[in-house]
């Protein structure tokens, strides 16, 4: 029957789910591709190390790819306390897959059971989209949405982070692929849509807003090209613009959560910072600054 079947009911859905208070008689290793801080310690995150720099949600396959049409049922995809009465679920798409570090160190420091529920480039929405990659639409995004929402309904948590990227994504209409622009005001009437679905399981619902992303390509490319001081950008131009998330979240009475100042807090924004980068590519948070992050974002969600 496959994990979900052995799990207690709180544990997971497709979106970060932590569960139980209790503590775990043993922390889990490091994740493969988590950089270790002692390393830290002794010398700078190098480029190389940040575009390998990911969660253990990525090299657990817990990260579902293109071609993945349901959620991982594997028990390899249960994070934190696993004895926990609480659970928690972060769920999305790599924009929530990136805050799997400091949820995963929230789940074990504060007694929660994390299940994470996400999948490349699947907006939170019931909306058709086309896949750039692909170049069609991206039925394998709609089926896993539908697993996804079944499982967080079935795992009844007590909390769904959700995460989506604003501005990127394309409905297709008629047959037509619309443009990002035309395609906001669709997509955060489905992102309302879900939110309620998600609230009607009992869980309290948060969005989480999306993160500022860099306008210098990719991160580690242009550190070793040009120097980390020569890479800093302007924040207003990396902000995406995400006011029909907002609007989705206050038809829907969910809380909004925004980290972007703890990313970048001045107008020029820095992409490295005590030694770490701060992004391993274009657009998402090396895990280990993500994970410094953990307490800023408990206290951000009122996780006790």
């Not at 049922?73 to 805050?99: E, K, P």
């Not at 529920?117 to 989209?129: F, M, N, Q, S």
């Not at 609230?199 to 210098?216: E, H, K, Q, W, Y």
Request: proline content about 5%; hydrophobic content about 40%; glycine content about 8%.
């Amino acid at each position: 029957m496959g994990f979900l079947a052995s799990v207690p009911v709180g544990l997971c859905v497709g979106a970060l789910l932590l569960t139980g208070p209790s503590v775990p008689a043993q922390a889990p290793a490091p994740a493969r591709g988590d950089l270790a801080q002692a390393a830290l310690a002794a010398a700078p995150m190098t480029p190389e190390q940040a575009r390998r720099d990911v969660g253990a949600n990525y090299t657990r396959g817990c990260h579902i790819g293109r071609e993945g049409s349901a959620v991982s049922r594997s028990a390899d995809c249960v994070f934190g306390d696993s004895g926990a009465t609480r659970t928690m679920v972060l769920y999305g798409d790599s924009h929530a897959a990136q805050w799997f570090p400091p949820m995963e160190a929230l789940a074990r420091s504060r007694g929660w059971r994390l299940v994470t529920l996400t999948k490349v480039a699947c907006p939170v929405g019931d909306v058709v989209v086309h896949n750039k990659a692909l170049k069609r639409r991206y039925r394998e995004c709609e089926a896993w949405r539908a697993d996804a929402l079944r499982t967080v309904r079935n795992l009844r948590p007590q909390l769904v982070v959700v995460a989506s990227r604003a501005d990127y994504y394309q409905r297709i209409s008629s047959g037509r692929v619309r443009s990002i622009k035309a395609s906001r005001a669709p997509l955060g009437r489905a992102l309302g849509r879900d939110l309620a679905r998600l609230r009607a399981t009992g869980a309290r619902v948060v969005l989480l807003r999306d993160t500022i992303a860099p306008t210098v390509g990719i991160v580690p490319d242009c550190i070793e090209r040009r120097g980390a001081t020569a890479c800093r950008f302007s924040r207003a131009a990396a902000t995406p613009v995400d006011s029909h998330q907002r609007a989705a979240a206050r038809r829907a009475r969910v809380q909004v959560v925004s980290m972007r100042s703890a990313v970048c807090s001045t107008s020029r924004c820095d992409v490295v910072r005590d030694g770490i980068i701060l992004y391993r590519d274009d657009d998402h948070l090396t895990a280990t600054f993500a994970r410094r992050l953990s307490d800023e974002l408990g206290s951000r969600l009122r996780l006790r």
